[in-house]
Nanobody, 115 residues
Framework: QVRLVESGGGLVQPGGSLRLSCVASGFTFSVYAMGWYRQNLGKQGERVAS???????DYADSVKGRFTISRDNAKNMVYLQMNSLKPEDTAVYYCIRYSGAGDWWGQGTQVTVSS
């Protein structure tokens, strides 16, 4: 079955960096657009970044210039490089497979930015 497993979250100080990884299985990875979504403790959610099957990327204004999404189809992996982290980046980050039949979310990984 479809599986999306995130890793790489943790506690980091403001200005620091983290790299999130998502390994996918159970489907033909290369034919799906992928992305990252985050939800904070106030239940506010935001699409952070997405990457198409052709490698075209899109970012939320709040992370543009700081975050980079990438994919490695040979490894069924999606990454989110997060630099210059701010306290407002604190959230659970979810790896998502976009589909017209319904998006599939991973279990999420916690990112906490605090001094």
């Amino acid at each position: 079955q479809v599986r999306l497993v995130e890793s790489g979250g943790g506690l980091v100080q403001p200005g620091g960096s983290l790299r999130l990884s998502c390994v996918a299985s159970g489907f033909t990875f290369s034919v799906y657009a992928m992305g990252w979504y985050r939800q904070n403790l106030g239940k506010q959610g935001e699409r952070v970044a997405s990457i198409s099957t052709a490698g075209t990327t899109d970012y939320a204004d709040s992370v543009k210039g700081r975050f980079t999404i990438s994919r490695d189809n040979a490894k069924n992996m999606v990454y989110l490089q997060m630099n210059s982290l701010k306290p407002e980046d604190t959230a659970v980050y979810y790896c998502i497979r976009y589909s017209g039949a319904g998006d599939w979310w991973g279990q999420g990984t916690q990112v906490t930015v605090s001094s």
